[in-house]
């Protein structure tokens, strides 16, 4: 590990290396520290490297980010590097032939350090260190902070979207898409699968498509052949996610919804607002299953469905009372399909998993709480979150600043 060079040690040429893709203060520092060697000049990784060499494409184009760099003035001159993989850089140092390569602690290798010795070039790895004043950064640290996909809340009728339930009764799901204000929990009931195969696509935003389009594709994507647990998740959360302000989308024995209809309305999606947020809970077990003992019928069908169409009428109309019922009534249709939504079914597999919350004595006393009119668990429940209508929800949080408000998603 070397310390900054001093003006009387300067070599003529140093070379570095990197995608540079989300440019922050960390970047800047350490072009600063590299340029004390001598003129700076930056391979950067091109799109189709950076797409084979981490599954995703970037965040800026290529070109966007060599006009980003030349522009930083410890640079003396930016290249998109012309080869391929974690040393795509070796075609732009024969072109530089620099008298120092500068590389990060944690960029550092072996390949590199030999890469080096052939050419009669100085090996240089410098400690990671932000300017003074400044906090440390990373491109990994700032994507996760800074992304923002959305997750889904259903909020009735959903389970429709299976076909094995579908089979005895066609009916709608309801869903939002909320934003990312609060922490996403992983085994929570906000499709936190289907969110982090969206990441892998897209790591930092949905892209600018038609909605029902975009979720076609997650859908598909998530459900690919060769799946190996066989299991197909529904179409209500990449629909609940990638389709904005409140949706509703009809199931009848498929997999995908024949009809998909949207409420944009801003005075509709300020009344949910008004009226709905979480409370966090344990999350799902590992290793338990919520379809374990399950019994669908046509009658438990047709209470759900019944369920979903009133709530949807109740919601248009902004009628809170008829709202809650048809929540209740929902989630009553849900947990009597699927009782381990209350309480799920541990596998032997699982004998170090921390012991579960007792969902209902948790539903039983937020039940009795001052406010609140009607509750559900997101997803497939079995832990995560309780998804409350209350009559007020700046008022409730207040109240209680465990409770999380939400924000739907605006078209």
């Known amino acids: 590990m070397e310390k900054p060079a001093t003006p009387s040690d300067t070599p003529k040429r140093v070379f570095v290396s990197g995608c540079y893709d989300l440019l922050h203060s960390g970047h800047v520092e350490f072009f600063r520290q590299a340029a004390a060697y001598g003129d700076l000049y930056v391979g950067i990784g091109s799109d189709e490297t950076y797409l084979g060499y981490k599954h995703r494409p970037t965040v800026y184009p290529e070109q966007e980010r060599l006009f980003m760099v030349k522009s930083i003035r410890y640079v003396k001159e930016a290249y998109i590097n012309a080869g391929s993989g974690v040393m795509d850089f070796v075609p732009t140092l024969d072109i530089v032939h620099p008298d120092v390569f500068v590389v990060n602690e944690d960029g550092a290798s072996a390949e ?130 990638c389709v904005p302000g409140l949706c509703r989308h009809y199931y009848d024995g498929h997999f995908w919804p024949e009809r998909i209809e949207r409420c944009s309305d801003e005075a509709t999606l300020a009344w949910l607002e008004s009226h709905l947020c979480m409370i966090p809970l344990q999350p799902r077990q590992s290793g338990c299953s919520v379809v374990e003992g399950k019994d669908i019928t046509p009658a438990k069908v047709a209470a759900l469905t019944r369920a979903a169409d009133q709530c949807w009428a109740a ?97």
Not at 193 to 213: F, H, Y
Not at 341 to 352: G, I, Q
Request: glycine share 8%; hydrophobic share 40%; aromatic share 8%.
């Open 315 to 411: 919601i248009l109309s902004h009628d809170l009372a008829a709202f809650a019922a048809a929540y209740r009534a929902s989630f009553d249709a849900q947990t009597a399909m699927f009782p381990g939504m209350l309480r799920p079914h541990l596998k032997s597999a699982a004998p170090t998993s921390s012991p579960a919350e007792d969902i209902p004595a948790a539903i039983t006393r937020w039940a009795a709480t001052p406010g609140v009119l009607a509750w559900k668990m997101p997803g497939a429940g079995g832990g995560g979150y309780l998804a409350l209508v209350v009559d007020d929800v700046p008022r409730f949080v207040s109240a209680h600043p465990e409770a999380i408000a939400i924000k739907i998603r605006r078209p």
């Open 112 to 241: 590199k350090e030999r890469v080096c010795q052939e050419r009669g070039i100085r090996y240089v790895v410098l400690k990671r260190t932000p300017q003074e004043g400044l906090a440390a950064r990373s491109s990994t640290s700032l994507k996760a902070a800074t992304c923002q996909l959305p997750t889904r809340l259903d909020i009735a009728g959903t389970w429709i979207d299976q076909p094995y339930v579908s089979c005895h009764g066609a009916g709608w799901a309801l869903t939002i898409s909320v934003e990312p204000t609060f922490e996403i929990r992983e085994r929570c009931g906000l499709s936190t699968s289907t969110r982090n195969v969206i990441k892998s696509i897209w790591p930092m935003r949905l892209p600018d498509m038609q909605p029902e389009t975009l979720a076609r594709l997650v859908f598909c994507f998530e459900n690919n052949p060769e799946r190996e647990d066989g299991f197909i998740s529904g179409a209500q959360d990449a629909i609940g996610i």
